[in-house]
């Protein structure tokens, strides 16, 4: 019987953890390509022979989404599997009609075949939407778990923008680790926080060694956290999962990509911002929790907000940074940036568009929608240096920058600047050492 032809449609993450799960030693199977979408130089690739196993000594390649018809054709592929997160019902089924149209099997994975099984127990932290609160979340929870006595060894969602063969397993345990893996801002924003707070944590490519390597850490490891991409679902099998929603936008949890799913697989959910949300929009989203999941638990949280020197906001013309992401593909109007600059009473918030240049002004023609915002795009050498200049350029008196690790620290900023800091604060109870209790009970006999 000949192998049946597919296509991964995908953004370097889950599509190179589904081939890796499904197809790598399945000769029923033939990657013929892979299609890249939402992350910048990823196209033109390939997934490398030496990931791919022995059926692809000359690995696979990767194409931009916009060849998708051409490809189907020329390739005469049988089936496309759809492999990648936060993206609206409407644009999947779209996809899923252009590759009907030219002539293939639309497809969507599920936890069956892609979830792989630890020999720890695994926490997972994800969400809904890009920018719900996930981040803060997995912090939350990490420091319970090691105010337990507990050792923690974290696992991101993967995030390989490089060298693929290099990123195959990488841990991360000190400062200088990120330097020596090349990482981009975007991929320091998600592991430096886990570093500071002191627990090893490991991402990469290959999720099965990335798994074996975690529970095998030198350092010790008593429990996975599985701290999530985006709003996709994880790869590990849970034994606890813990979903964020956000009130900001209502209804997204039932209408995007895969975060449905992770809102259906929830053991609990985290309703984070109820301090900025309106009430009817909280209850828009307690009421579709309830009418999906309604065996979880449900959270009330906020993301408590400082600043390191509010001087340098107070009566100041300021540029709000904010996590790149959140503002791109998570559709998010404003973030933490903008809310303490209202708070600490800025005398104006500065609309960067006009100043920006190369990659950022490519940005903002991408994602017309970000406003008056300066997302911190960071890829690659050119994005960074793209944001120093455009933050060079902005008529401003001072910088508020909302990202997770020091922006001073990796690019150049040439004016004063103030950092905004966010964590997770929950209201009332349930809180999450309710929702964690059984789980360390658990962890703890194991």
């Given at each position: 019987?000949?192998?049946?032809?597919?296509?991964?449609?995908?953004?370097?993450?889950?599509?190179?953890?589904?081939?890796?799960?499904?197809?790598?030693?399945?000769?029923?199977?033939?990657?013929?390509?892979?299609?890249?979408?939402?992350?910048?130089?990823?196209?033109?690739?390939?997934?490398?022979?030496?990931?791919?196993?022995?059926?692809?000594?000359?690995?696979?390649?990767?194409?931009?989404?916009?060849?998708?018809?051409?490809?189907?054709?020329?390739?005469?592929?049988?089936?496309?599997?759809?492999?990648?997160?936060?993206?609206?019902?409407?644009?999947?089924?779209?996809?899923?009609?252009?590759?009907?149209?030219?002539?293939?099997?639309?497809?969507?994975?599920?936890?069956?075949?892609?979830?792989?099984?630890?020999?720890?127990?695994?926490?997972?932290?994800?969400?809904?939407?890009?920018?719900?609160?996930?981040?803060?979340?997995?912090?939350?929870?990490?420091?319970?778990?090691?105010?337990?006595?507990?050792?923690?060894?974290?696992?991101?969602?993967?995030?390989?923008?490089?060298?693929?063969?290099?990123?195959?397993?990488?841990?991360?345990?000190?400062?200088?680790?990120?330097?020596?893996?090349?990482?981009?801002?975007?991929?320091?924003?998600?592991?430096?926080?886990?570093?500071?707070?002191?627990?090893?944590?490991?991402?990469?490519?290959?999720?099965?060694?990335?798994?074996?390597?975690?529970?095998?850490?030198?350092?010790?490891?008593?429990?996975?956290?599985?701290?999530?991409?985006?709003?996709?679902?994880?790869?590990?099998?849970?034994?606890?999962?813990?979903?964020?929603?956000?009130?900001?936008?209502?209804?997204?949890?039932?209408?995007?990509?895969?975060?449905?799913?992770?809102?259906?697989?929830?053991?609990?959910?985290?309703?984070?911002?109820?301090?900025?949300?309106?009430?009817?929009?909280?209850?828009?989203?307690?009421?579709?929790?309830?009418?999906?999941?309604?065996k979880a638990t449900v959270v009330d949280a906020v993301s408590t907000i400082s600043v390191d020197k509010p001087e340098v906001i107070r009566g100041k013309r300021v540029l709000a940074i904010e996590d790149g992401p959140t503002l791109t593909h998570g559709e998010?109007?404003?973030?933490?940036?903008?809310?303490?600059?209202?708070?600490?009473?800025?005398?104006?918030?500065?609309?960067?568009?006009?100043?920006?240049?190369?990659?950022?002004?490519?940005?903002?023609?991408?994602?017309?929608?970000?406003?008056?915002?300066?997302?911190?795009?960071?890829?690659?050498?050119?994005?960074?240096?793209?944001?120093?200049?455009?933050?060079?350029?902005?008529?401003?008196?001072?910088?508020?920058?909302?990202?997770?690790?020091?922006?001073?620290?990796?690019?150049?900023?040439?004016?004063?600047?103030?950092?905004?800091?966010?964590?997770?604060?929950?209201?009332?109870?349930?809180?999450?050492?309710?929702?964690?209790?059984?789980?360390?009970?658990?962890?703890?006999?194991?």
């Amino acid at each position: 019987m000949n192998a049946r032809k597919v296509i991964i449609i995908g953004a370097a993450g889950r599509d190179f953890h589904n081939f890796n799960t499904v197809f790598r030693n399945n000769p029923a199977y033939k990657v013929a390509a892979f299609t890249a979408a939402q992350i910048p130089d990823i196209a033109g690739r390939k997934y490398p022979a030496e990931l791919a196993g022995e059926l692809y000594p000359d690995g696979i390649p990767i194409y931009p989404q916009d060849d998708l018809e051409r490809l189907i054709k020329e390739l005469d592929a049988d089936e496309c599997v759809f492999a990648y997160s936060d993206v609206p019902y409407s644009t999947v089924m779209s996809i899923g009609s252009r590759v009907t149209a030219a002539g293939a099997d639309f497809t969507l994975f599920g936890c069956k075949g892609t979830m792989l099984k630890s020999t720890k127990p695994v926490v997972a932290v994800g969400a809904v939407r890009t920018g719900c609160g996930k981040s803060q979340t997995s912090r939350r929870v990490t420091e319970l778990l090691m105010a337990r006595g507990l050792k923690v060894i974290a696992v991101r969602h993967p995030m390989p923008y490089g060298d693929l063969v290099a990123q195959k397993v990488q841990r991360f345990a000190a400062i200088e680790d990120l330097a020596a893996n090349k990482c981009t801002i975007e991929e320091m924003e998600e592991y430096e926080p886990h570093i500071a707070r002191g627990n090893v944590i490991y991402a990469g490519v290959d999720y099965e060694a990335i798994l074996r390597a975690a529970e095998n850490d030198p350092s010790g490891c008593d429990v996975i956290l599985w701290d999530g991409g985006n709003n996709d679902f994880p790869f590990y099998r849970p034994d606890l999962m813990i979903t964020v929603v956000d009130p900001l936008r209502p209804g997204h949890e039932l209408s995007y990509y895969p975060g449905e799913t992770t809102l259906r697989l929830a053991d609990a959910v985290v309703i984070n911002k109820i301090d900025s949300a309106d009430f009817e929009n909280i209850q828009t989203v307690r009421n579709n929790i309830r009418r999906v999941n309604p065996k979880a638990t449900v959270v009330d949280a906020v993301s408590t907000i400082s600043v390191d020197k509010p001087e340098v906001i107070r009566g100041k013309r300021v540029l709000a940074i904010e996590d790149g992401p959140t503002l791109t593909h998570g559709e998010m109007k404003i973030g933490a940036g903008v809310v303490a600059a209202r708070r600490f009473g800025a005398a104006e918030i500065i609309d960067p568009r006009r100043f920006a240049v190369g990659r950022l002004a490519e940005t903002y023609r991408i994602y017309p929608n970000i406003g008056a915002l300066l997302p911190a795009m960071g890829y690659g050498a050119q994005q960074m240096s793209d944001l120093s200049a455009t933050i060079d350029n902005t008529d401003c008196d001072s910088v508020v920058v909302a990202t997770p690790i020091d922006l001073g620290r990796v690019i150049k900023i040439s004016k004063p600047y103030a950092r905004v800091e966010y964590n997770l604060q929950e209201i009332g109870r349930p809180n999450m050492e309710d929702v964690l209790a059984g789980f360390i009970e658990t962890a703890k006999k194991k």
